[in-house]
């Protein structure tokens, strides 16, 4: 399994880009930084797009990428939970913004959208697909994605601590969690659901205390302002539990 991220960040700037993962070439997670970092073939070559939560920075390329394979006579499919579809419907894939992919072109539309269900898992071009609750501002799901040789990981989507009900249900070898800001912002952190270094530290904890091993760690989301602190934050969480946390960024691909 080769995970590749696209996007790392929360801001978008010439030198960071919006949350988006990519699997194997075919499988994305979250769209904030699709189609500024694949070429249109690439972009031809996603089988699905799964969405942990409906904020803009993680739907924003919906329409795009959806422009550029309706132009290509090329479909795509995409998977939510039912928040993140009315939401979707209600403000973005209405007609009023934009076209409304989901109904165009009236035979044949360019996207086909699925509701997923919370801890009901699903195969999705190949790969079993778990979604499990987060604890963010709106409903969010972070997802459990097993390659079909077996290997695991798992992407948190937006969260802020409290996970001991989510670690329960999963098992990755890789671990993709946010961190958005620094230790400094931690009751900013808590109040709008994100993680702070020394947060994830006690959710790694929580996490060894249940399953007994802790998964190589990798994280995205990072205010770019802030990412030297956290940096720093991480490395002294990472030797505490003696544990790979590494900072996550554009380009990167990890490969289980
Ligand atoms: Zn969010
Ligand atoms: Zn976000």
């Known amino acids: ?10 801001c978008e700037s010439q030198n960071s880009k919006l949350i988006s993962l990519l699997i194997d070439d075919v499988l994305a997670i979250d769209a904030g930084g699709l189609t500024s970092s694949l070429s249109l073939p690439a972009q031809q070559k996603i089988k699905a797009i799964l969405l942990t939560h409906q904020h803009y920075d993680h739907i924003r390329d919906i329409p ?3 422009m550029n394979l309706y132009l290509a006579e090329a479909r795509i499919n995409i998977y939510a939970t039912s928040p993140v579809y009315d939401a979707l419907t209600a403000h973005l894939l209405n ?10 072109p009236p035979e044949k539309p360019t996207i086909k959208f699925t509701i997923i269900e919370p801890l009901k898992p699903q195969q999705i071009s190949g790969y079993s697909v778990l979604a499990v609750k987060v604890n963010h501002s709106v409903p969010t799901v972070g997802y459990q994605i097993t390659s079909p040789d077996g290997k695991t990981v798992f992407y948190t989507g937006d969260t802020g601590p409290g996970l001991t009900n989510c670690w329960e249900h999963v098992s990755p070898r890789l671990l993709i969690t946010e961190i958005t800001a620094s230790n400094r912002y931690e009751d900013f952190a808590r109040e709008a ?7 994830l530290k006690q959710e790694l904890i929580s996490f060894r205390k249940l399953k007994g091993y802790l998964p190589q760690v990798v994280t995205v989301h990072m205010n770019p302002r802030l990412e030297k602190e956290i940096e720093a934050e991480i490395a002294d969480v990472s ?11 554009e380009g990167m691909q990890l490969d289980l």
């Not at 030797?239 to 960024?249: E, H, K, R």
């Open 1 to 10: 399994m080769n995970v590749h991220l696209l996007g790392a960040h929360e």
């Open 64 to 66: 795009a990428i959806a």
């Open 95 to 104: 007609d009023k913004l934009y076209r409304n992919f989901l109904e165009q």
């Open 193 to 199: 659901g994100h993680l702070t270094p020394s947060l």
């Open 239 to 249: 030797s505490a539990l003696d544990n790979s946390i590494t900072l996550g960024y």
